[in-house]
């Protein structure tokens, strides 16, 4: 069974970067897309970024320009480079993994960013 385990996340200060990344337990061959979404407490969980097996990414409007979304096909890895944060970034962090049998989430990774 495929596990996703993200990590990365912290406090950060306003302006400031975080570098997330996503492991997923599997060869590359079965996986289709990897993305971030995110959540606060009350809100329903967003996109924050995601990339299909072609390379081709889709960001959130709130986040386009600031972060960047990648992979490394051979590691089964995606990371999530964050610069320019602001304290509405701060939210807990999902990595999400596609197969061809559905999607697998990770547990999450909390970000908090100070004003």
């Known amino acids: 069974q495929l596990q996703v385990m993200e990590s990365g996340g912290g406090l950060v200060q306003a302006g400031g970067s975080l570098r997330l990344s996503c492991a997923a337990s599997?060869?590359?061959?079965?996986?289709?897309?990897m993305g971030w979404y995110r959540q606060t407490p009350g809100t329903q969980r967003e996109l924050v970024a995601r990339?299909?097996?072609?390379?081709?990414?889709t960001y959130g409007d709130s986040v386009k320009g600031r972060f960047t979304i990648s992979t490394n096909k051979a590691r089964n890895e995606a990371y999530l480079q964050m610069d320019r944060l602001n304290p509405e970034d701060t939210a807990v962090y999902y990595c999400?993994?596609?197969?061809?049998?559905?999607?697998?989430w990770g547990q999450g990774t909390q970000v908090t960013v100070s004003s």
């Open positions: 999400n993994v596609q197969t061809a049998y559905g999607p697998v």
């Open positions: 990339i299909i097996s072609n390379g081709a990414t």
């Open positions: 599997r060869r590359s061959g079965a996986i289709i897309a």
